[in-house]
């Protein structure tokens, strides 16, 4: 069984956290600084790859060659998004910060 | 305690860590941190799906994740700040296609195949799949392996008309008959593909910012998507704080230009044939030696650099900081104006001036600069073109017009380094050159710079 399943019954409240989540997603970002577009952008990014745990679960569930071969692929796409995006932005922001120690 | 009450507690606390995290990335002295807090949530997250899980398949997980784990840190490693638009662009990809994967294993493992839990399918799979093809084509476009232009053919609208109705028809079906056969789903998958190419192939480099940020909502709302069609509040709640954010800075980007979304994803603007007409007659062309360029800048008490894409092309941030601090340690004030869609990402003049370690203070922002222009001695225009094209304030008939900018010809002298007259990216005559306080520096940005540099230090 898939672990985190949460179906019928709970389908209200997944609507209900997406849309409180929307909510808190546009007053979280309203005021950003141009400065920081890029790396709240690529951070932004790194999160999108969220994925990564449906990947797993879907290895995880795979009973199937071909499911397996699905699930392994996406795992190796998040993992790209994810470790490469946080890199990314972690590099980008001590570009940023090294620059304030130095003034 | 019930692994499942467990699993998602821990899911809960990783999205406050993400949360945490996205608000910190907006302020500059947290956001370090707040990507590391954010990074924490998301290691918690796969954690404890890893653990608590019922996984079968452990090796491969671990074999996938090592192997992304490898790419992804080398390629954000070593990637070079001038690509970071691919490099984004590409991770967003990666994000669409794991959505559509995993979309895809639901459909075909899943054991419930109830309307709710296909539509979602559904639209991971769209969405996903859009997302890729998009981020590969905007890549694409981004590196140079695909022509920058805009790219229009005859029937386009027709074309993504029929696209749209067969991905429709495709959807409908398969939802009212998810026990059969492959087909639908396949052709739901291919016709995804194409529309993320056809969606935009037809936009031009210089709206490439606003497709960025639209193109990583997307990303987003594609795994919120999964994140249903799975029955995962974590992939839901995360989707769609990344959906959301990248709608606001889609929504910032598109104020910038003064267009609305819907103009620079359907309008082709490049492709625009402007009508050579000069609003305000024509003037002269002014061409200034370095030297001359050099005596200008050796007397100026206020210099305000605005770069522009041919900055990051020309790589010329480290020879702009260079000549920077040579006009700082000659008494003049220097600061650089930064237009919010300067470039072809968000804030992608901000990432390359700060690797070639321009203080972060000295970044300006657009509507700060402005106020103050009118009492700058000189405004160097590097690589920029529409983002400081009075047109927009003056030419009713330009079709930038009413696009805020920055007023560099306010200061008392401009000078433009530019390589020819060539029109920008948006296609449109550039005012700004004729004006009787500009100087045009023609040659490669960062050779100009250089020789302006040595000018400096040979005295």
Known sequence: MDPSVCRDACLVTMLLVLVLAVFLGFEVISKVPSRLHTPLMSGANAISGITLVGAVITVGAAETTFATVLGTLAVIFATINVIGGYTVTDRMLGMFKTKEKKK | MDRILLI?????????????????????????????????????????TLIGGEIIAFHWIIIGVIAGG??????????????????????????????????????????ERDLFTMTTTFLAVLIGGVTFTGSMTAW?????????????????????????????????????????????????????????VMAVIPIGGADMPVVISLLNSYSGIAACAAGFAIGN?????????????????????????????????????????????????????????????YYILEAAESVVFVPGYGMAVAQAQHALRELGEILEENGAEVRYAIHPVAGRMPGHMNVLLAEADVPYEKLIEMDEINRSIASVDVCVVVGANDVVNPAAREDRNSSIYGM????????????????????????????????????????????????????????
């Open chain 2, 8 to 48: 998602n507690l821990v899911y809960i606390v990783a999205a406050v860590l993400f949360i945490i995290g996205l608000k910190m990335l907006t302020s500059q002295e947290h956001a370090r941190r707040g990507n590391l807090i954010s990074s924490a949530g998301m290691f918690l997250a796969v954690v404890i």
């Open chain 2, 140 to 196: 694409g476009k981004l590196s140079g392996a695909v022509t920058g232009k805009p790219v229009l053919f005859r029937g386009q609208m027709i074309v993504n008309g029929i696209l749209f109705v067969i991905i429709l028809l495709s959807g409908a079906l398969f939802l009212m008959t998810p026990w059969a056969d492959y087909s639908f789903f396949a052709v739901l998958v291919v016709c995804s593909l194409i529309l993320g």
């Open chain 2, 70 to 111: 490898i790419i992804g840190g080398f390629a954000a490693r070593f990637v070079k700040m001038t690509q970071m638009p691919e490099m984004v662009a590409l991770f967003n990809g990666f994000g669409g296609i794991a959505s559509l994967l995993v979309g895809w294993g639901a459909y075909h493992s899943g054991s």
């Open chain 2, 233 to 293: 509040n974590i992939l839901i709640v995360s989707g769609a704080l990344v959906g959301a954010s990248g709608l606001i800075l889609t929504n910032v980007m598109c104020k910038a230009m003064n267009r609305s979304l819907g103009n620079v994803l359907f309008g082709g603007f490049g492709a625009v044939k402007e009508v050579k007409k000069a609003a305000g007659g024509r003037g002269e062309v002014k061409p200034v030696s370095a030297q001359d360029a």
């Open chain 2, 404 to 459: 805020p900018i920055i007023n560099a010809d306010a200061a008392h002298t401009v000078i433009v380094l530019k390589r020819s007259l060539s029109p920008g990216f948006a296609g449109i005559d550039n005012p700004l050159f004729i004006k009787p306080n500009t100087r045009m520096l023609f040659g490669d940005a960062k050779s100009s710079i250089e020789t302006l540099t040595a000018e400096f230090k040979q005295t």
